[in-house]
């Protein structure tokens, strides 16, 4: 995590340094992704950067826990909302997660690219660590819903958890597979879909339709 001169920094210039952060380790994996890019582009010495982390994997580990907790922080208005069906959320959330994606396009490249690197001896502890946090959430909500009776309990929570999580990045892997789209090389060039929110929700409601049939209560 970082040191407290980090945190002594004013916000435009924390945003900074986590902006080329986030550029550096979106487009190259953890072992490629270099500490010495990243301070050269911030113009600071070697040894002012380590006054701020401690090391690589101190910064990407930071990293990570900060673009999560945007994302959660994205989902409160969603789920006070008491009078959504739990289908509902879940279409609502992809909807969500595709305005974040278009919001904060680096921060998004680069969880998609570290959920790729959750078997890497160095990180994959501190990424398996987030998949079974967003995992809990989502088995917990699941379980609420199974009470209500809006879901079957025939379904493990825990497998259907997994499922919808699986089926989320299972958007983007479709995107670039059957609609040719290169998320890297989109946000170099200042956009992360060539398709609109109407044709991306198109593929959700399909994908929703699915997930339906198998947890749906009869």
């Known amino acids: 995590m970082p040191l407290q001169t980090f945190y002594n920094l004013i916000e435009d210039r924390k945003r900074e340094i986590l902006k080329i952060a986030y550029e550096e380790f979106a487009f190259n994996s953890y072992l490629s992704a270099s500490l010495s890019t990243i301070i050269k582009k ?13 090391n690589k994997f101190d910064l ?4 990570i826990q900060n673009a999560y907790e945007m994302r959660m922080n994205q989902l409160g208005n969603l789920l006070n909302d008491k009078d959504l069906s739990f289908f509902e959320i879940i279409r609502e959330n ?7 994606d278009l919001q904060n396009p680096l921060e ?4 998609y690219s570290a959920l ?5 001896e160095e990180t994959g502890t501190v990424v398996k660590d987030m998949i079974k946090s967003v995992l ?8 609420k819903y199974q009470q209500k009776g809006e879901l079957s309990d025939s379904v493990s929570p825990e ?5 919808i999580f699986q089926t989320q990045l299972g958007i983007y892997e479709y995107l670039a597979a059957f609609k040719g789209i290169d998320f890297k090389e989109s946000i170099k060039n200042g956009r992360l879909f060539s398709l609109s929110e109407k044709e991306i929700m198109k593929v959700v409601d399909e994908m929703l339709t699915i997930i339906k049939s198998g947890l749906k209560a009869k």
């Open 60 to 63: 990407y580990s930071y990293l």
């Open 108 to 111: 998004s490249m680069f969880l």
């Open 136 to 143: 809990k959430f989502v088995t917990q909500l699941i379980q």
């Open 116 to 120: 790729q690197e959750s078997n890497e």
């Open 159 to 163: 497998v259907a958890a997994h499922f």
């Open 94 to 100: 992809f909807r969500d997660k595709i305005i974040f």
């Open 42 to 54: 911030l113009g600071v010495a070697k040894g002012s950067f380590y006054r701020y982390f401690e």
